[in-house]
């Protein structure tokens, strides 16, 4: 399957990357490392993540960090709504 990423998605990738390259590249790298290695286990397994009360929308957390994944599953690709930090007020609810 291929990925897809919303403008959310991206939008709080890039925000994730602004908030953590001028305190910790390190930081960032291993973060970025982590999010990359939770998206591929999306790709092999695309129901691995938690079902969500919106429709059809699953969630993953990322080992090591407290992010969340969130995304759709479709016929051909995985779209990604968003990605969050799970200290955040969260966009969707478990079911």
């Known amino acids: 399957m291929k990925l897809r990423y919303a403008a959310r998605a ?13 305190r910790s590249p390190q930081g960032l790298a291993n973060v970025r ?9 999306i790709v092999q397994f695309p129901r691995a993540g938690r079902l969500q009360d ?8 990322v080992r090591k960090y ?3 994944i969130y995304y759709t599953v479709e016929e ?10 799970g200290s955040r007020r969260r ?3 478990d079911r």
């Open 33 to 41: 490392a982590a999010i990359l290695d939770g998206l591929n286990t």
């Open 54 to 61: 919106a429709g059809g929308v699953r969630k993953l957390a």
């Open 66 to 68: 407290k992010y969340l």
């Open 10 to 22: 991206i939008a709080d990738l890039e925000a994730i990357a602004d908030y953590l390259k001028p």
């Open 91 to 93: 966009t969707f609810s």
């Open 76 to 85: 051909d690709e995985i779209a990604v709504v968003a990605i969050q930090h």
